[in-house]
């Protein structure tokens, strides 16, 4: 049986953070009597400290879609001393500039596509199924990947070897190797791990491991690995 090639989505192949702070810049400047003189930095500081909060709670259960979806931008308004009550507008706004800042990481595609001739390619990601769909197809990455696995569809968020075991069922199952590219170690490598599965940690800016694992800094190094 061909190998399952699984990767994650969020800054492996489409650069995340880059869009994220491309579109938190785009929303402060366009609310610019709201956010008076907070400076940029201590707004995404803000945002993200929370989002990263919100996200922990929603992949433990303790809150649900609509919960962290009202409070990711009412939280860090609320903690600069702005009114929350705009947390909607600016949620809006933000999330119109998101897609307007995605772009791919270099050589995402190159290593699709040389992934998919040596076995199954798939997307395995945590994240709300409409975004991460929209990504996909916004830079056809269906031209190589035959499966996708997301969060909110199975009901588990990485590192749960649910959600990985749903990727090897997706692909048919059976005994074969499976590998996983993806860029944060508490998730991505160690679930994959505990899954069975084989992970590559991409360290696009060399931020190192706390264990012991195979990475690669650029995606084209992945292609002797594969």
């Known amino acids: 049986m061909k190998p399952l090639f699984f990767f994650d989505l969020d800054d492996t192949l489409v650069d995340h953070g880059a869009a994220e702070e491309g579109a938190h810049r785009e929303t402060h400047a366009a609310h610019g009597a709201l956010f008076g003189g907070i400076a940029f930095e201590d707004w995404l500081a803000s945002y993200r400290r ?19 979806t009202a409070r990711r931008f009412a939280l860090p308004l609320a903690d600069l001393g702005l009114d929350a009550a705009h947390a909607v507008a600016v949620g809006t706004s933000y999330m119109a500039a998101y897609g307007r800042n995605w772009r791919l990481i270099e050589g995402a595609e190159d290593a699709l596509e040389h992934a998919s001739r040596e076995g199954v390619v798939g997307i395995l990601s ?14 056809g990455l269906d031209r190589w990947v035959r499966h996708v696995v997301l969060s909110e569809d199975v009901g588990a968020m990485k590192p749960s070897r649910a959600i990985f075991d749903a990727a090897a069922k997706a692909a048919g199952g059976g005994e074969r190797r499976r590998l996983y590219v993806g860029d944060c170690f508490d998730t991505d490598v160690v679930g994959a791990k505990a899954a069975g599965w084989f992970p590559i940690l991409f360290d696009r800016r060399g931020a190192g491991a706390p264990e012991p694992v195979i990475f690669v800094t650029r995606l084209s190094d992945l292609k002797p690995l594969l």
């Open 126 to 139: 945590n994240g709300f199924r409409e975004t991460q769909r929209a990504k996909i197809a916004r830079f």
């Open 50 to 68: 929370n989002n990263l909060r919100l996200w922990h709670e929603y992949g433990k259960g303790a809150i649900d879609r609509p919960t962290l």
